[in-house]
């Protein structure tokens, strides 16, 4: 089976093109962009993105062009990379976040049968937590019984929360904290693999900091994202 986590070189070019725009960077509103990459349409998805950062975010149109023109090369290359025709990318930016204790997934049910590699970056906060653990089918049986959770107990608020808190409790017990590479310039990008055997992650720890940007790319058929984004 294929690695569920793939280190990443980075671009040297582009880091050093944005590394004093992301230490400038806060983050002071919570809000999340979603968008289709079609191979060639670079102009488009940076209009959308340099919108999102200047109307959503409130960014320096500076370091809302910078940030969109570091999102699209690594769409870009992702989408040929994996030779697939588009991409879905997602920014979502956290002000006064409050995870502290972890919650392990692995996307699994979100893209419903589909398999691949999801690129993430983090370019404020800290990154994406990753897991292991040495019981993986019983880690899938707790996060299966976590995801029906919403339909089971829809009408019971309390009851809910209380059940998931506990399967939490259980599958934190079986999951271990892969340490984190530092990072010099504190820009974080990883891919890692959903659907069967998936890489084991989690949002990070925010207890030093409660602002956070980072995004993710997902490559795959034109048809099969325009469906996600129909259906988030």
């Known amino acids: 089976m294929s690695p569920a986590i793939l280190p990443l070189n980075l671009d040297e070019g582009v880091h050093q093109l944005h590394r004093r725009t992301f230490k400038r960077l806060r983050c002071l509103y919570t809000t999340t962009f979603s968008g289709c990459y079609e191979w060639g349409s670079d102009a488009l998805l940076s209009k959308q993105l340099v919108d999102f950062f200047l109307t959503d975010v409130k960014c ?3 370091s809302a062009e910078r940030i969109s023109q570091y999102i699209c ?8 990379q994996s030779s697939q025709e588009a991409a879905w990318v997602t920014v979502r930016t956290m002000s006064n976040a409050t995870f502290t204790g972890p919650r392990w997934h692995t996307d ?3 893209f419903g049968q589909a398999a691949g590699y999801k690129r ?6 800290p990154p994406t937590r990753f897991g292991i653990t040495r019981e993986r089918e019983r880690f899938d049986c707790l996060e299966y019984e976590r995801s029906l959770l919403p339909i089971k107990y829809r009408n019971d608020g309390v009851t809910l929360a209380k059940r998931m808190k506990e399967i939490d ?3 934190n017990a079986i999951v271990y904290a892969i340490p ?4 010099p310039d504190g820009v974080y990008i990883t891919d890692f693999r959903f659907g069967e055997g998936g890489a084991i992650h989690s949002e990070p720890d925010l207890c030093l ?3 956070r940007i980072f995004f993710s790319i997902v490559p795959g058929r034109l048809d099969l994202i325009k469906n996600w984004l129909r259906n988030p």
């Open 120 to 125: 993430v970056g983090t370019i404020l906060g």
């Open 60 to 62: 320096h149109p500076v």
């Open 180 to 183: 984190e590479q530092a990072s």
């Open 73 to 80: 090369f690594y769409a870009r290359e992702a989408v040929r």
């Open 209 to 211: 900091t409660d602002e």
């Open 108 to 110: 699994g049910s979100f």
């Open 169 to 171: 409790s259980e599958i």
